[in-house]
Structures are given as C-alpha cells and as structure tokens.
C-alpha cells in the first residue's frame, strides 16, 4: 500500500481514499498476513480529498512563541534527521514564566486510574480542553509548589546517574570495555560513573531481542560482576517489543493471553509490540533473585528515546510495568 522510499532516512507521505460514514468512524492500520510490515509509520490524518497533510500539532509550541518562557521540557534526546520532530533541540514551554503566569494543557495526557496505571482520557463530543492555570508572579518557588502539589512529588534519580556516562552507537564487547575504554577512561583521570550499553548487546535480534548476544558478552554475569567491581553502574538499551524469533516469545505471548500484535513500527522482520495500556501485558510479577543464563539481569538505569518506550532490565516473560510507573512523574518533571 505504501510506496517504497530511497531509504530508512527518507519520509513520505502516502494518501489511501477512505469513504466514512456521517458520525463518528474507527480508522485502523493494520499488517496483513504475508505483509512485511517494515514501515516506520509517523502520524495518521484524515482530511479532505485533495487537502495538503495538516502541518499542526497538539505539541505546545517551542519556546520562541512564548515570550519570558524560563526553560522547559523536551521529548528525548536521541533525534536524527527526519525523525518525527526536529534534528534540533528545543525546549516546548513549562511552567515558569517572566510574565508570572502560565497555562497547562492537560487535554490530550493519560489518567491516573485507582490502581496506579494509567488509562486514555474518554471521549468528548465537541470542544473540550482540559488545562490548569499558574498565576504566581515572581514567585517561581511557589510555581513549582504548586505543580508538585497537583502532580505529586517527581522520583529523584540516585546520585550516580547525574554522574559521567559513557554511550556509543557500537557493536563493543565486554573486552573492550574491561581491557580499552575504562582503561583509557583511567589513564586519564576521568571519572566514569555509568556505562549505557547501546542495543547490539542483544540476540537474536539486535534491535528487539532480549538475550545477551553471546559474541559480545560471553559471561554476562562476569562482566556486570567487574563493572560493580569498577564502581560502574550498567544500563542496557531495550525497544518496546520482541522479534517471533526470541526463544520467550511463545512464554511471552501467553503471559499477555495471546494479544501481542505484529507491529507496523517496528526495527526486526518479525516484531511484536507490547501494548503497556493493555490489562493482560501489564501483570506485575516478583522479580527472580539471579536472572536466569543468558537472560538480561535487571539494572539499574533508564535509557529514553524520542520514540521508543525502553528501559533496562524487563524480562518480556515477566512484562513488569513497575518502572513504566514512573514515567508521568518524569513527564512532569521534565516540564520544569
């Protein structure tokens, strides 16, 4: 259905005629049986015939339309040339003003439900926004008071990962680690807090597994053990999903009752995408003591992207939304 594009960096944008009914209609993408389902899909519009693809967006506007704007907050910081969004950082507005208020659209986020996750706000016939105002004047302290007081208190990270971190976009193993990088991190009087290591550490699939991969890491357990021993904390790069290929895919989809789908987003050819909103992919299991051989261990870290989802130490089998509970607390504390 979609035209193929030059490569991975290049965007198109792709019109399907659809006929829709007076009132309210359900628009789905789906990957059919025998599809590849390689497309990295951004946004989904509808408009009518023949109108360009809206340029707007529910995303507060940068800064720079925002006179006396105080800092602010921001998506991630792993953007790339056409990538949904810019390639240059900018912070969207937060809370502190000069002009000593400010306005909080609440409208489009998630809320809270009485057992700690979070669910889609319902829908609503005709206009409707939800928002909070801020008027402080100069007081940027009592600001801040207040938005604690409606979010609740942000959870602070622990001292170390406001340290020095090492992350690269390469295939290292855990020789090179030990015996080049920290090395020469030595050798040089440079303190090294944490090693962020990026996502060829994973097998079958480099993007989507989540078993060490074996050529890079032979000993697992052994090189965690020499970081500690290093006073180097470890975090590993995880993606939302897991390949049909993954030797826990079958204990996995049975853990969710048969409802990961193929995802139309996705990095590996036969990509399953967890659905965190989903009762039956969201069951809170006990962590084992010890991770089992060749599993990923749980560590102690966060590594957020713009569009994946991802942090270290889940075991799909297990599918623990204990540290997705604390993403609207980043959320919030990433607007101040």
């Known amino acids: 259905m979609f035209p193929p594009t030059a490569d991975w960096d290049t965007w198109a944008t792709a019109a399907v005629p659809v006929h829709l009914s007076a009132g309210d209609n359900t628009v789905t993408t789906t990957c059919g049986t025998g599809d590849g389902c390689n497309v990295n899909l951004d946004s989904i519009a509808v408009t009518a015939a023949g109108a360009r693809y809206p340029t707007t967006s529910t995303t507060p506007a940068p800064p720079a339309d925002v006179p006396g704007q105080l800092g602010g907050w921001t998506r991630g910081l792993d953007a790339y040339t056409n990538q949904a969004g810019s390639n240059v950082y900018q912070l969207h507005p937060g809370i502190l003003n000069r002009q000593g208020w400010s306005l909080l659209d609440d409208t489009y986020t998630a809320l809270h439900t009485a057992n700690g996750w979070a669910t889609p706000r319902p829908d609503h016939k005709g206009a409707y926004q939800d928002g909070y105002f801020f008027g402080y004047g100069h007081n940027y302290q009592q600001a ?25 976009y390469n295939a290292f193993t855990a020789s090179d680690y030990e015996n080049n990088l920290i090395p020469a991190f030595r050798a040089h009087n440079t303190p090294i807090d944490a090693l962020s290591v990026d996502t060829d550490w994973k097998s079958p699939q480099q993007r989507d597994g989540w078993n060490w991969n074996p050529n890079l890491f032979p000993n697992p357990q052994a090189f965690l053990d020499w970081a500690k021993s290093q006073h180097i904390n470890v975090a590993l790069n995880v993606h939302a999903g897991i390949d049909g290929s993954d030797p826990k895919f079958a204990q996995t989809q049975a853990t969710a009752g048969g409802a990961l789908q193929r995802a139309a987003q996705c990095f590996s050819p036969d990509c399953y995408r967890f659905d965190w909103s989903a009762a039956g992919q969201s069951v809170v299991r006990p962590a084992p003591a010890l991770p089992a051989a060749g599993r990923a261990p749980v560590v102690v870290g966060l590594v957020l992207h713009r569009q994946r989802g991802e942090h270290a130490g889940l075991d799909p089998g297990q599918l623990d939304q204990r540290a997705l509970r604390q993403r609207p607390h980043l959320q919030h504390a990433a607007r101040i």
């Open 144 to 168: 801040l008071r207040d938005l604690r007081t409606l979010t609740g208190p942000a959870d602070m990270l622990p001292e170390w990962a406001f340290g020095v971190w090492f992350s690269e």
